[in-house]
């Protein structure tokens, strides 16, 4: 399933600078997320508050950790407050906020009619990578990641 699959047709996405249609936030995003390779985003908690057999209010946590380099000066100027938009050193910037949904059920199906992203804390520092051991099992950002091994050995693709 899509990302886009989540939400109504008609639904809207306030998120940081991006304030619009879902079918407008998906590009916009994307855009920003190709320009931040070594980014993760975690999701904790939820709260499911049903108001009617057709209305909910979820909100769900997330932890985001993201990589600022050179390229990322638009991120820098968007999520970085007060930092240097024209930086080139290697900065991490952790994020924890919430995902605040306004879900409809509408012909039986549940999905996202509007978003609000809420930003509860970042941090910034100079990138200081510890070395890895060369004997563990090493995460990559490509087809040579050990889950599509594990994923071809039991047949899938």
């Not at 990641?145 to 899938?156: E, F, K, N, S, T």
Request: hydrophobic content about 40%; some cysteine.
């Amino acid at each position: 399933q899509s990302v886009r699959a989540c939400f109504h047709d008609d639904a809207t996405d306030d998120h940081a600078d991006f304030k619009g249609a879902i079918d407008e936030f998906i590009p916009w995003v994307s855009k920003m997320h190709a320009a931040l390779p070594d980014s993760c985003h975690f999701l904790g908690n939820s709260l499911i508050e049903f108001a009617s057999g057709t209305k909910a209010v979820v909100e769900t946590y997330f932890f985001a950790v993201l990589r600022l380099g050179a390229q990322s000066g638009q991120h820098r100027a968007m999520l970085a407050s007060g930092s240097d938009d024209t930086a080139t050193g290697d900065t991490d910037l952790d994020v924890i906020g919430r995902y605040v949904d306004h879900f409809e059920k509408r012909d039986g199906v549940w999905r996202i009619a509007r978003r609000a992203v809420v930003f509860d804390r970042t941090r910034t520092q100079p990138t200081q990578d510890s070395p890895l051991k060369p004997h563990w099992a090493l995460g990559r950002r490509d087809g040579d990641d050990p889950i599509y091994a594990w994923r071809r050995q039991a047949g899938l693709r």
